[in-house]
């Protein structure tokens, strides 16, 4: 068989790739048509391609590269552990250190009594888990119908069978039977698509008020938990009101609901603190993590879990895990980059010098004839194109379709910034310099324009 390096031909790799490989959330015989773009390396906030273009990546991937590509540490550490313990698992009263050192420090970061953490590959699989881990919790207690999870529409939690079900994305319920029995979901706080003319006060109240209604019509004690994400990210960077997250808080505690907060996106510096649930003034009794974790350099996720929740599950066998939970090369790996974080001070990088530089210069896109809104937390952001700015209305064309044509043209320009329908998203690594958040503003706008100039 011929070799397949970066220095192969990017027609032939695209012709490889298209033959080969099934890419997720992808029409595949339209990469065939096109022509996938093929990444050969990456530095920093910049990646580059098999033509050797530079793209700005104010994605970080997908939401994990928090502290940027091409840190050497963390290749170092993963050859070091690969050598000296490449796999052993953590069944059946075994562990190794770098999971030991990893769970320990996570207890240490997270907030409350999450002191706990239950291992995975990914944000998927940690959601599935702690889908068993709640229903599971409710059994061992005598309580075996509290079964019901409550989720929201539009938000992500994973594509796999639970975590799928979870999630309340309609594309993903339509195929492969989801979602499964006694998951159900409320509205999203999104006031801006979904408010009309409330206040986004008041609007997020009454979503948030959603949730009652629902555990009332189930009865409390059918109801095992709620999950939701800080800010919804895959549904397009949604910062609910400030109103929505205390009204879901006081609910949960007033029936005595567990509350799960997806911090997949949010967690590890992205919204300025070390969890989306600091930042919004959430006290989870699970939080599921990944992405950030790793800064995406290993698949790893994981479930910190709570005293009250620990003791339970722990007393009792959960027969529940991952081959791959606590792999050592991942744990060494992430715990890497936990130091990276923290020693570079990078959350404080966020807060007092990256965060309020980007939030000035996105909020300034609503100068732009195409921006309905600009919205910014930390280091996540979007933005909703209109026709209309001051009804908010949407275009005539199918939803989607201008929001591709800007995505499009960032892809173009230099810039990978991601469509969710007609809002254009970014989540750039949290290490990104003002200089270059100058030069994501200025591709953006110039892509804005290009689309504005296609679309009308
Ligand atoms: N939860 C949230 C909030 C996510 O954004 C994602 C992925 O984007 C997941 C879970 C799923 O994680 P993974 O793709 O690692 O399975």
Redesign the pocket.
Known sequence: MTSITNHMPTAELQKLDAAHHMHPFSTNTEIAEKGARVITKAKGVFLTDSEGVEILDAMAG??CVNIGYGREELAEVAARQMRELPFYNTFFQTSHVPAIALAAKLAELAPGDLNHVFFG???????DTNLRMVRAYWAMKGQPDRNIVIARKNG?????MG?GSLGGMSAIHSQGGLPIPDIHHINQPHWYAEGGDMSPEDFGLARAQELEAEILKHGEHRVAAFIG?PIQ??GGVIIPPETYWPEIQRICDKYGILLIA?????GFGRTGNWFGSQTLDIRPDIM?V??GLSSGYQ?I?ASIVSDKIASVVDNNEFNHGYTYSGHPVAAAVALENLRILEEENILGHVRETAAPYLAEKWQALTDHPLVGEARICGMMGSIALTPHKETRAKFAADEGTVGLICRTRCFANGLVMRHVGDRMIISPPLVISNGEIDTLITRARLSLDEALAEAT
Request: aromatic content about 8%; glycine content about 18%.
């Open positions: 997908l939401w590959s990914g944000g998927s699989d940690a959601n992500y939690h994973g594509s796999s975590s994400e990210g895959a997806d911090e997949v996106i949010c599921t990944a992405k698949p996720g």
